[in-house]
């Protein structure tokens, strides 16, 4: 069995949840809003479902919307106020960090495009860390008749650092300013409790906590000025049309309980490998650094960057050992570019195209984290070869 380290890309479904949903795409099938027998308790689970979801999170069930997963939570969040505040002729500004996941950095471009939102990008660190100061100053200025709108994640997918959205939301909030947060990293590695972050809209997305793939949550506060823009019937209560995905909504409030009753043991497990694995690859290997925050960071990401390493090469010879990972920076094979991430964190060109990222999981096991820090070294080693063949 190759190992498995790609948990922040996606995991595998709980058996437990493929339990729960079962049933909800065989005997109960039927639609949730039909008015006959068939839709009764589809409609009784969906607002369980609701319901376990809205008290795991510490908000109001209605304030629950179900989507298809983090990038759908992320477009309504984005588009809603923006499309409002258009209709309204009023002026919109997004204020955003530059690590943000592509459902938001492309959203927020586009948005710019096509609706002359004004985007605003606040610096991040070397660390990847957003000085509260530097979201202070993106926020003066901005027009008296405007809507603004800040958005920035709760836990980096590619680095791992964790960001203090309550303290972003409170010196949002002075300047009138909506927040919403991409938390799609957050359930199973950090509390959430949507009332003391006190953003106005959150996002999950249901397959990074062993829940159904094409299954998310955007988290609507109440009275958070909003425009749907997936319209039609009344699912959601106007908010996002479509007939209701009964098993992926039961299996996503499932998951999320499960993530939420198994937090202490799961982050205890996580944060051991991930300390033994980030100490054993910078012994062992040279000219590597861990990126992201080194002390407040995802329990289970550890995410480097090698000088000289071609990352998809890299990944390709882990492969051939039997181990799945990642570059946390999407770049295709044969044209490789520097990584966005790595440059907006500051690294010179001899580092940006060798970012790796191994995430961690429940059922990732000491001998694991030892076959890794047993075959890098000298895959990165070998790489590091093909690298200066490729230069002479
Ligand atoms: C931080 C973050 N936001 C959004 C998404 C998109 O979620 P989904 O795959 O459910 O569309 C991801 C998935 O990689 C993510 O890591």
């Not at 058996?15 to 909800?24: I, K, Q, T």
């Not at 990847?128 to 100053?137: N, Q, V």
């Amino acid at each position: 069995m190759p190992i498995y380290l790609d948990h922040s890309a996606t995991t595998p479904l709980d058996p437990r949840v493929l339990n729960a949903m079962l049933p909800y795409f065989t005997e109960h099938f039927g639609n949730s809003l039909a008015v006959h027998s068939y839709g009764r308790e589809p409609e009784r689970a969906i607002e369980d479902a609701r319901a376990t979801v809205a008290r795991l999170l510490n908000c109001r069930p209605h304030e629950v919307i179900f989507t298809s997963g983090g990038s759908e939570s992320d477009n309504l969040a984005l588009r809603g106020p923006a499309q409002l505040a258009r209709i309204k002729n009023r002026p919109f500004t997004l204020i955003t960090g530059p690590l943000e996941h592509k459902a938001i950095a492309q959203t927020a471009r586009q948005l710019r495009d096509t609706l002359g939102a004004v985007l605003r990008i606040v610096n991040v660190d070397h660390f990847g860390r957003i000085d509260p100061g530097d979201l202070r100053a993106a926020l003066t200025n901005l027009p008296a008749d405007g809507v603004a709108l800040v958005s920035l994640m709760l836990v980096n997918n590619e680095i791992g650092t964790v960001y203090p959205v309550a303290e972003y939301t409170a010196i949002a909030h002075e300047y009138g300013a909506l927040v919403h947060t991409d938390a799609v990293q957050a359930p199973g590695h950090f509390p959430l409790d949507v009332a003391a972050m006190g953003a106005d809209m959150l996002a999950l997305s249901s397959h990074k906590f062993y829940g159904p793939k094409g299954m998310g949550v955007l988290v609507l506060r109440e009275g958070v000025p909003f425009l749907s823009s997936l319209t039609g019937a009344k699912h959601e209560d106007y908010r996002r049309a479509g007939t209701h995905n009964t098993p992926g909504i039961v299996g996503t409030a499932a998951a999320l309980e499960l993530a939420c009753a198994e937090f202490d043991t799961h982050v205890a497990h996580l944060s051991a490998l991930r300390e033994r694995l980030v100490q054993g690859v910078l012994d062992r290997v040279p000219d590597c650094e861990l990126t992201g925050d080194p002390a407040v960071r995802h329990p289970g990401l550890a995410s480097f960057v090698f000088k000289n390493v071609e990352s998809n090469t890299l990944l390709m010879h882990l492969d051939q050992h039997g181990i799945a990972a990642s570059s946390g920076s999407a770049c295709k094979v044969g044209n490789p570019q520097p990584s966005a991430i790595l440059t907006a964190l500051g690294y010179g060109p001899e580092w940006t195209r060798g970012g790796l990222r191994l995430s961690l999981g429940r059922a990732t096991t000491d001998a694991e984290i030892d076959t890794v820090l047993d075959v890098l070294p000298g895959v990165v080693e070998t790489v590091r070869q093909l690298h200066w063949i490729a230069a002479d």
